[in-house]
């Protein structure tokens, strides 16, 4: 195990330095397979430059990108084991028939327990990252959106979301790749999350009462 960095003054874990984050890597290597381990590096280099791009917090959102796959290798019982464990209230439904999509919140969980100064919204954006949700923050849509776009992934339609980074607001890009992930779900025949309904209906609306706005603003100019 390696030694934790600590800050200048000898207190507490400094979790935005580069020391934190190579001994998380190193954690990593070893928790996941290789595949999954070269695709959470993926995703950190993804939400980096997202960050950049859209003006978030880079270290945050690499570190973010990082680790939230860190109960990827779990299986469904192990899952349910790591939700009792750690004292989740989650989705009944969710709990018995897809608990590989809490791999998410555990991940929150566990790590702010291990890591007590990881900050929240970090925490936050790796507990969102299987699900999305009403209401996500820049990191939370940085962390989702870098998950489904980082280099090592290869599925229909990508290359449109991609092309469309840096073109559209972070929330359009968000959109358009919530609706693809979904669509996609549908398409294979899979089951789907409880909430996507919610949160697709929440952000189409956000999304048409912007586009009128413009419109209206256009009008008047
Ligand atoms: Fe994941
Ligand atoms: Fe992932």
């Known amino acids: ?10 207190g507490a874990v400094d979790v935005l330095s580069d020391a934190f984050y190579a001994a998380r890597e190193d954690d990593l290597s070893r928790r996941l ?4 381990f070269e ?16 003006g978030a917090d880079e270290r945050k959102a690499r570190l973010a990108g990082l680790l939230h796959d860190w109960d990827k290798s ?14 989740l209230v989650v989705d009944p439904y969710v709990f018995e028939e897809m608990p590989q999509l809490l791999h998410g919140p555990t991940a929150a969980a566990a790590l ?11 925490v936050q954006a790796i507990e969102r990252h299987t ?31 991609r092309s469309l ?6 929330e359009e890009l968000y959109l358009a790749t919530f609706g693809h992930v979904f669509l996609n779900l549908v398409q294979r025949r899979k089951r789907i999350h409880p909430q996507t ?10 999304s048409r009462d912007a586009a009128d706005d413009r419109r209206k603003k256009k009008g008047t100019a």
């Open 197 to 206: 309904i919610e949160i697709w209906n929440h952000y189409i609306a956000r």
């Open 165 to 170: 980074v840096g073109r559209v607001s972070l």
């Open 39 to 54: 695709h959470a590096l993926g995703v950190a280099r993804t939400a980096e430059n997202l960050a950049r791009l859209y």
């Open 112 to 122: 702010a327990r291990e890591f007590p100064g990881l900050p929240r919204d970090v």
């Open 33 to 36: 397979r290789h595949g999954r």
């Open 131 to 161: 699900a999305g949700a009403v209401g996500m923050t820049d990191l939370d849509m940085i962390v989702y959106i870098a998950d489904a776009l980082e280099p090592g992934r290869d599925y229909e339609g990508l290359g449109e979301i």
């Open 74 to 87: 779990y299986d469904d019982e192990g899952i349910r084991a790591r939700v009792e464990e750690l004292g």
């Open 1 to 10: 195990m390696s030694e934790e960095p600590r800050t200048a003054s000898g």
